[in-house]
């Protein structure tokens, strides 16, 4: 698989505060990219640098095999970003701006089609001042791909959009990776980053403490999960107990909870299966990216943090 | 200089809603108002080299630095360093339109008083025109400071508003040079907008404005640009 972005050991200080350690990541060619983490965990100066809006004190960054600090034109050519506090000109109109940015790019994206994709059409007209901040949001991020470009990074790209919004912003990003464009998502928002990302990077004071697929990081978050049930005759619960994937059963009345890590729905249904047992009011619990992400950047569980690294 | 970027400038000035009123209107009618009065003597170049030093002041001290300010303040910067074009050239844009402008307001006090109130053209025109020039040079550059150092637009737009009053003053705006005190006229000499008036009604009557105001606007000029180049905050 090809890199298009690769950082390594990248360091960055404002005075006294240690934005970045020593981050490393690499993101292959047409995925989606996911980098979560805390506020001040150094994310948003992570992406600044790979644009090449900061210089890093230390590391290296290659993007598209350029270094965004000296080839400046060619990687932001290729390189969209939508940021936080970034704003145009309130007095300009939507389909001005749009043109205006297109003009900057050597094969810019049709300024007419930006505007249907991202619901803008009706206020092309309209003067940015007085977007609400959905079409602002929207606006942005027409913006970052005004350039039609390779790799597109989107910093908190839906706050501040309605939930009908949101979900319309994520399909179009997966039209964007479904395009062969490589995506940059920053994001605090642990449902989106499950739901887009083909990998995620969980960045925490400054250090990039793990990189892997959604459901890799919640296994290796050791979070627990749980299946409840009630089984409609005895169930021999040494069996249960003996599972690999099982850790605590627990008995309230008829019904049980296991609790356990790994594939434990598959292990628990498989010896129910096999055993010939039905249960009734079987509930499910599975660990999301969001406990995971807890667990690891060591908001709750401390244990769980151990088991991570 | 980017023409994309230098026509939606343009856009953004006019449409403004106090920047027409204040950089044209206001001179204009500070002509009238004055023009209409009646006075004993001939009519001179007191009151059009006025109309032209508040065309002046109005879009350097009251109107630039808060334009400058708030591009950094609202990320138009910021969001403008994510493409090829670097944000460089919405400062040059903007300096090109406000120059523009002022080049133009100065045109539409000389016709409109003439044309309407008979009042004097410049004799000198050479020298007039090129003490516009450099007098917008010498008196942008001052607006550039409040622009380049201000943490926000509020600010610049009240430091912008502190270099006008006193500039104003010396310059002979609320009051007629001549009626000034010495010492203030003194002061005002070395002040841009006070240099710049008083090269501009030398040059208006056909005389040689004297080197040593030149030489002030010069200083002012080169001073304040390198400053403001040096120190401007991006960010």
Redo the contacts between chains.
């Keep these: 698989m090809e890199n298009v972005i690769e950082v390594q050991g990248l360091r960055k200080r404002y005075g006294a505060v240690e934005a970045l350690r020593d981050a490393s990541f690499t993101v292959d060619r047409g995925e989606i990219f996911g980098i979560v983490g805390p506020n001040g965990a150094g994310k948003t100066t992570t992406v600044e640098c790979i ?1 090449g ?1 900061r210089r890093p004190d230390g590391g290296t960054v290659r993007v598209l095999g350029l270094d965004p600090g000296r080839d ?2 060619p990687v ?2 290729r390189l ?2 939508q ?1 936080q ?8 109109r939507v389909r ?1 701006v749009l043109a ?2 297109a ?4 094969r810019p994206a049709d300024v007419s089609t930006l505007l249907t994709q991202w619901g803008l059409t009706e206020k092309a007209g309209v ?1 940015t001042r007085k977007l609400s901040g959905g079409q602002r949001q929207r606006l942005s991020i027409a ?2 791909l005004v ?1 039609a470009p390779e790799i597109v990074v989107l910093d908190e790209l839906t706050t501040g959009l309605d939930p009908q919004a949101r979900r319309e912003a994520w399909a179009l990003v997966e039209q964007l990776r479904a395009g062969g464009v490589t995506v940059v998502l920053v994001t605090h928002f642990m449902e989106e980053a499950e739901r887009l990302c083909d990998r995620v990077a969980v960045v925490d004071a400054g250090r990039v403490t793990a990189v892997d697929t959604p459901a890799g990081l919640i296994a290796r978050s050791g979070a627990v999960q749980r299946v409840r049930f009630r089984p409609i005759r005895e169930l021999p619960l040494e069996e249960l107990r003996n599972l690999d994937e099982v850790s605590q059963i627990q008995r309230t009345g008829g019904q049980l909870t296991v609790e356990g890590h790994g594939d434990l729905v598959r292990a628990v249904t498989g010896l129910l299966a096999r055993r010939r047992i039905l249960v009734s009011d079987l509930r499910v619990e599975q660990a999301s990216l969001e406990d995971a992400y807890l667990a690891l950047t060591g908001t709750t569980n401390p244990c769980a943090q151990e088991a991570a690294a | 200089m980017n023409t994309n970027v230098l026509v939606s400038e343009l856009k953004i000035f006019y449409r403004e809603p106090v920047t027409l009123p204040l950089a044209f209107a206001l001179p204009v009618v500070v002509l009238v108002i004055f023009g209409v009065l009646p006075s004993d003597g001939p009519k001179t170049a007191e009151l059009p080299t006025l109309a032209v030093t508040l065309v002046l002041a109005m879009l350097g001290f009251l109107l630039l630095p808060g334009a400058l300010a708030t591009y950094r303040e609202k990320g138009v910067l910021r969001r403008m360093a994510t493409t090829p074009v670097a944000p460089r050239a919405l400062l040059q844009a903007q300096l090109a339109v406000y120059g523009a402008a002022a080049l133009v307001g100065v045109v539409v006090v000389v016709v409109f008083g003439a044309v309407l109130l008979k009042m004097p053209v410049p004799v000198g025109e050479t020298w007039t025109a090129a003490m516009v020039v450099l007098g917008t040079a010498a008196i942008f550059s001052l607006g550039l400071l409040p622009a380049a150092l201000a943490t926000s637009a509020k600010a610049a737009t009240g430091v912008g508003f502190a270099l006008y009053m006193p500039s104003a003053f010396f310059a002979g705006v609320y009051v007629p040079s001549a009626q000034l005190p010495g010492f203030a006229r003194s002061i005002g000499q070395y002040t841009p907008l006070g240099a710049f008036r008083d090269a501009l009604t030398s040059a208006w009557s056909g005389n040689t404005p004297d080197p040593s105001v030149l030489a002030i606007m010069v200083a002012w000029t080169v001073v304040c640009g390198l400053v403001a180049a040096r120190t401007f905050r991006w960010e």
């Design positions: 644009a809006l400046r034109g932001r050519n969209g970003i940021l506090s970034s704003d145009v000109p309130e007095r300009l001005e205006l940015y003009s900057f790019y050597d003067q913006l970052a350039g």
